[in-house]
Nanobody
């Protein structure tokens, strides 16, 4: 069983930056692909970014490419999402998720473990 806890959310002006962290406990993340998803008010949850177990493969939603960077530190059992050039449309609750032995894809159904989410609000 993996427990995931997100942190780093908050209120930021458009054009600003935030770094989200997802700390894991219970098991090492070294055998889990990880991803970030988000859910805006009144919308479906959507994929943001994914990273493979070793960290050498990453993929991003088109809406965040070039602005967001996913990374992981397996020694710290933590995954990060660096968000730059934030836009009002990035406002959402951000969730991290873990998929054991997975590829780090955007398929939400593959992810078995989820954090409780952290709110990101971008003011225009």
């Amino acid at each position: 069983q993996v427990q995931l806890v997100e942190s780093g959310g908050g209120l930021v002006q458009a054009g600003g930056s935030l770094r989200l962290s997802c700390a894991a406990s219970g098991r090492t993340l070294s055998s889990y692909a990880m991803a970030w998803f988000r859910q805006a008010p009144g919308k479906e949850r959507e994929f943001v970014a994914g990273i493979s177990i070793g960290g050498n493969s990453k993929n991003y939603a088109d809406s965040v490419k070039g602005r967001f960077t996913i990374s992981r530190d397996n020694a710290r059992n933590t995954v990060y999402l660096q968000m730059n050039s934030l836009e009002f449309e990035d406002t959402a609750v951000y969730y991290c998720a873990a998929d054991r032995w997975g590829p780090g894809s955007g398929e939400e159904r593959l992810y078995n473990y989820w954090g409780q989410g952290t709110q990101v609000t971008v003011s225009s």
